[in-house]
């Protein structure tokens, strides 16, 4: 399995301008997390999708942030329109059931807002 | 809240060296806790799982515990080398949600 992917890897971007992070999850797993990592805060969790529907949005900061899961193996974070403070690594992890088999996550999507 | 610490913030050791990291954790309920090792600007390596019903994992030269009474699990690395150099985070599931401590970076000098 290739594990988690994402894309793009770094993103720059000029305020104000749409953002679209990607997320294929592992085969298999039916949940998929996406958090948000910053030197200040650390690793937080914005969202969280089982069997493709929302479960908890309530780590996600504003309403200019929204996620969707349209299939199993697909999902996307976007912020519209981007800030500067949103600057930070954005991960997604997927895992099986409750996560007793643990959570796998990709290799994250550095974002840059100038 | 549920609320992870890990202490310490930083560490470093000379190569050789066995070690500690600890991990404290608010919330006793926990599903499972796992260990990641993070390298600078990459992304999350899963090391050791360990489920609420279990009291350890070891895998090669590491030892995760976990004492759900207290609240508490350490990380045990084992005649440490320079390659173990890395940030080392514990997270705690509460069902679906993983919540995350801050993170040891430790340094192993040759």
């Known amino acids: 399995d290739a594990g988690v992917i994402q894309s793009p890897r770094h993103e720059v971007t000029e305020m104000g301008q749409e953002v679209t992070l990607r997320c294929k999850p592992i085969?298999?797993?039916?949940?998929l997390f996406w958090y948000r990592q910053t030197m200040m805060r650390g690793l937080e969790l914005l969202i969280y999708f089982n069997n493709n529907v929302p479960i908890d949005d309530s780590g996600m900061p504003e309403d200019r942030f929204s996620a969707k899961m349209p299939n199993a193996s697909f999902s996307t974070l976007k912020i519209q329109p981007s800030e500067p403070r949103d600057s930070a690594v954005y991960f997604c992890?997927?895992?099986f059931g409750t996560g007793d088999a643990g959570y796998t996550f990709g290799s994250g999507t550095r974002l840059t807002v100038v | 809240k549920q609320e992870v610490t890990q202490i310490p913030a930083a560490l470093s050791v000379p190569e050789g060296e066995n070690l500690v990291l600890n991990c404290s954790f608010t919330?006793?309920?926990?599903?499972?806790l796992q260990w990641f090792r993070q390298d600078p600007g990459k992304g999350l390596t899963s090391l050791l799982l360990i489920q609420s019903s279990q009291r350890e994992q070891t895998s090669g030269r590491l030892n995760a515990s976990l004492d759900k009474s207290s609240g508490r699990s350490t990380l045990y690395i084992a005649a440490s080398q320079p390659g173990d150099s890395a940030t080392y985070l514990c997270?705690?599931?509460?069902?679906?949600?993983?919540?995350f401590g801050a993170g040891t970076i430790l340094r192993v000098k040759s």
């Open positions: 992890a997927s895992s």
């Open positions: 919330d006793s309920a926990i599903y499972n």
């Open positions: 085969s298999g797993h039916n949940s």
């Open positions: 997270a705690v599931g509460y069902g679906n949600k993983l919540v």
